[in-house]
């Protein structure tokens, strides 16, 4: 089953319903605007234990909402009808909202600006953030994700993909009153991963039992990292410089960590870019080939062994991933011009 499939069915599975639980009434699912100037904060429709929840929309018939929310004790249909061409109120809210065009597009105005979503986009607005829907008659149906603050904080100080988070976190943050927002659009090269994700993310959203909560954190981190690799998004050239910074400290982090096996494959997975990427990012930002790259950090890896260490030489090759003993000596003797016993020696002296 499709990510598509699923999150409708997650919509009509339950009793159809306008009688909601007080705290989603309060939280208004669909709000038609009712004046120009009026601001509204959206209430937190879950628990104050809880961090994360899941609202689901279908746009369909040309002035129709099926809609529901992930978690529920009881699965429930809302379904709201609206005039031609309508606005939902101007509102914001205290968590962060991240929501991905499942299917269709999907117009919105935050702060000043319009965008129309189309399917695979996505948008990460910060809390405070003014916005509201433009419903036209298009059909859609949208993932949107509540993320409270306390939890996408405990991912920017995640040791995985932390640059990542914290350069998102610090991305809406330090552009306060100008930019609050971040569009991402896919890629050429992604590939299904994300619908992957929240498929499992809705999943767990609606098992929602005591491991639920770890669970919805790994995913999480997945998403952002997915994000962070296989998206563009709207930034200037200092920021994407800075992103790409970020990306190169976590590749060159990783491979240093795995010299004994590491592969293009192994970063492929990891990071989820094509194979060429790796190649073209190291190329654009230290002029070096990803193999040139490589063998740079086994070399000065085997150079700390050697000067802090009395592990053989033949132990050295092959903690650093050369099993060749020949070949790491021919390497190592063309950039220092001494054979690895004649470089400890001078160390050690």
């Not at 069915?9 to 669909?30: A, Q």
């Not at 609206?82 to 939902?88: A, D, G, L, S």
């Amino acid at each position: 089953m499709n990510l598509l499939k699923y999150a409708n069915n997650l919509i009509y599975d339950g009793d159809n319903t306008k009688d909601l639980p007080e705290v989603l009434s309060r939280f208004r699912i669909l709000c038609p605007e009712y004046s120009s100037c009026a601001e509204e904060k959206k209430p937190w429709p879950r628990q104050e234990s809880e961090n994360l929840f899941a609202l689901l929309w279908n746009l369909h018939g040309g002035r129709t909402l099926s809609a529901t929310l992930l978690p529920r004790k009881i699965p429930f249909t809302f379904h709201g009808h609206y005039r031609p061409v309508t606005r939902t109120q101007m509102h914001s809210h205290e968590y962060l909202e991240l929501f991905y065009i499942v299917d269709g597009e999907y117009r919105q105005k935050i702060l000043d600006n319009e965008f129309t979503f189309s399917r695979g986009e996505l948008c990460l607005i910060d809390r405070n953030c003014l916005h509201q829907e433009i419903l036209d008659g298009t059909s859609a149906t949208i993932l949107f994700l509540g993320i409270k603050p306390d939890i996408f904080d405990d991912i920017t100080k995640s040791s995985t993909n932390a640059g990542m988070a914290g350069f998102l976190n610090s991305a809406l943050l330090k552009q306060k009153n100008v930019q609050q927002y971040l569009h991402f659009r896919p890629r050429p090269e992604a590939d299904i991963s994300m619908e992957e994700t929240l498929f499992s993310l809705l999943s767990e959203l609606t098992c929602n039992d005591a491991a639920s909560p770890i669970i919805c954190r790994g995913l999480l981190l997945r998403l952002f990292s997915l994000l962070s690799t296989n998206y563009e998004f709207s930034l200037s050239k200092k920021m994407k410089k800075e992103i790409n910074w970020l990306l190169l400290e976590e590749i060159s982090a990783f491979i240093s960590e795995h010299l004994q096996d590491i592969s293009i494959r192994m970063l492929a997975e990891r990071f989820h870019f094509q194979d060429d990427y790796f190649n073209r990012l190291l190329k654009n930002y230290t002029g070096k080939t990803y193999t040139e790259f490589l063998q740079a950090l086994r070399l000065e890896r085997a150079e700390e062994l050697l000067r802090e260490t009395d592990i053989s030489v033949e132990e050295v090759a092959r903690e650093i991933g050369y099993h060749n003993k020949g070949y790491f000596y021919k390497i190592f003797a063309e950039r220092h011009r001494l054979t690895p016993a004649q470089f400890r020696r001078k160390m050690k002296k």
